[in-house]
């Protein structure tokens, strides 16, 4: 009996310890599903960690995106450097290597539309005239017309507002004939018309000037035809009735509309019901080649200044006269003198641009407090000028460059200073407008 009670005790024994051990099998795995369960939790809580410091990265990115330019200066200050300074540099020598910097010679075809068919009509003729009459070709002397140096004797009354008066008329007729038979050198630049010929049925060594005083009832000659053929030697004081004659055969017969061939001498305010002129005009013809030379194209930049002196003697001398005369000023007008005296104002106003680039310097250097800063924004802004010009001259085409031009340099120089200070104020607003930036990215970059 003892012996089936120790059995039953020892098969009691074991129950237990198989429920204690499906027991503590139960426990391990349920603690191995929570161990799991926790894993994948913290997997996916890193994972969304993860996405979304990403997903931050990403804003933030996008934020900095317009600061890639200034991203870049800083971490290639020395390409950009180099760059900025070596690509004007480099224009710079391909300009002064092929020589293709220089002044534009100022004519009255300057601001032509070479597109238009009519301009290009009479440019294709002058260039067949200049390719007729070679370097070489041999001309008569001053047979050839160049309208820059026709010269022009513009009167003005001083005393009432009219010139057609008879003392008038006479004063305008001793001074034409003094400027064509005293003034000296007139010879040597005057047009010589080959094929016109005088009352004396001769050729004249010089043409006769386009002049009110043509006018038959004033000093003009005519022949047996009805064409001019000279002026008269005379420059007595007209009558009140030649003159009112005069004026009347300004107009076309049974007309009140002016005569075409009269107009060119008129002032605007001159009509049928206000028969009176404040200016008059004279045209005296020139031309070349001038003594010394072939053709009009020989050696032209020297003949040029040749008549540029001459014109300034002829200004000198209508001056003079200007000042003698109480009653008329007359005043010169000459295409090749204009040219020279806009070249010769451009040119001190240059001067003037040197004197404002010294200041814009001062000025920058004193505002960066920095002569370095000052120094280096000038150079940068010079730069841009031959950076400029070739891109203009060689990848534009257009090889046209006056001296109105170069005096651009107002505008660059200002331009450039504004964007020097610009730059400067946002690079010292930068420290308080970007700190809130810099103080999160730190922050993040500790977590």
């Known amino acids: ?61 996008s934020k900095q995106s317009p600061w890639i330019i200034s991203r870049i200066a800083v971490h290639y200050t020395a390409y950009m450097l180099t760059f900025a300074i070596g690509f004007p540099l480099i224009c710079v020598l391909v300009i002064a290597l092929t020589g293709s910097f220089y002044l534009a010679e100022q004519t009255t075809n300057d601001y032509l539309v070479y597109s238009n068919e009519v301009v290009q009509q009479a440019v294709a003729l002058e260039s067949a005239i200049e390719a007729i009459a070679s370097e070489n070709t041999q001309i008569t002397q001053r047979t050839q017309k160049k309208s820059e140096w026709q ?38 630049f005057c047009y010589y018309d080959q094929s016109f010929v005088n009352c004396k049925g001769q050729v004249p060594s010089c043409a006769l000037p386009y002049t009110i005083t043509l006018d038959p009832y004033f000093y003009g000659m005519y022949d047996s035809g009805g064409e001019i053929c000279d002026l008269s030697n005379d420059t007595s004081v007209l009558t009140a009735s030649q003159v009112n004659m005069g004026i009347q055969a300004m107009f076309l017969p049974n007309s009140t509309a002016i005569n075409p061939q009269y107009m060119q001498f008129l002032g605007a305010s001159f009509s049928y019901t206000n028969k009176s002129s404040e200016y008059l005009r004279s045209l005296f013809m020139t031309g070349g080649p001038l003594a010394g030379f072939s053709n009009i194209n020989t050696d032209s930049a020297t003949q040029d200044d040749l008549f540029r002196e001459y014109v300034k003697a002829v200004v000198s001398w209508t001056a003079q006269k200007s000042t003698e005369s109480d009653q008329v000023e007359v005043i010169v007008f000459n295409i090749n003198y204009q040219n ?33 800063l ?8 010079l730069l841009s000028f031959p950076v400029a010009y070739f891109l203009y001259y060689f990848v534009f085409r257009i090889t046209y460059f006056s001296s109105m031009h170069i005096l651009s340099i ?9 964007d020097v200070f610009v730059y400067l104020d946002a690079f010292h607003q930068s420290d308080v407008q970007l700190a809130h930036l810099a103080e999160k990215e730190l922050l993040e970059s500790l977590q």
């Not at 120790?6 to 099998?25: F, K, P, R």
């Not at 451009?346 to 920095?370: D, M, R």
């Not at 000052?374 to 802004?381: K, R």
């Open 340 to 372: 020279y005296l806009f070249n010769k104002r451009a040119n001190e106003s240059f001067v003037w641009a040197i004197g404002s680039v010294v200041c814009v310097w001062f000025l920058i250097c004193l505002h960066t407090k920095s002569l370095f």
């Open 1 to 61: 009996m003892e012996q089936g009670q120790e059995e039953i005790g020892v098969h009691q024994t074991a129950a237990v310890v198989d429920e204690n051990a499906q027991s503590q099998q139960v426990d391990l795995d349920t603690r191995d599903k929570v161990g799991e369960h926790q894993l994948t939790q913290d997997d996916s809580d890193a994972t969304s960690s993860g996405e979304s410091r990403a997903s931050s990265d990403s804003k933030q990115n």
């Open 374 to 381: 000052g120094t280096m924004a000038m150079i940068q802004i």
């Open 151 to 188: 010269i022009y004797l513009l009167y003005r009354a001083k005393v009432g507002s009219n010139l057609l008066t008879p003392k008038n008329l006479a004063y305008i007729k001793r001074l034409e004939d003094e400027f064509r038979f005293s003034f000296q050198d007139y010879n040597s």
């Open 410 to 418: 107002f505008l660059i120089v200002g331009i450039g200073a504004d």
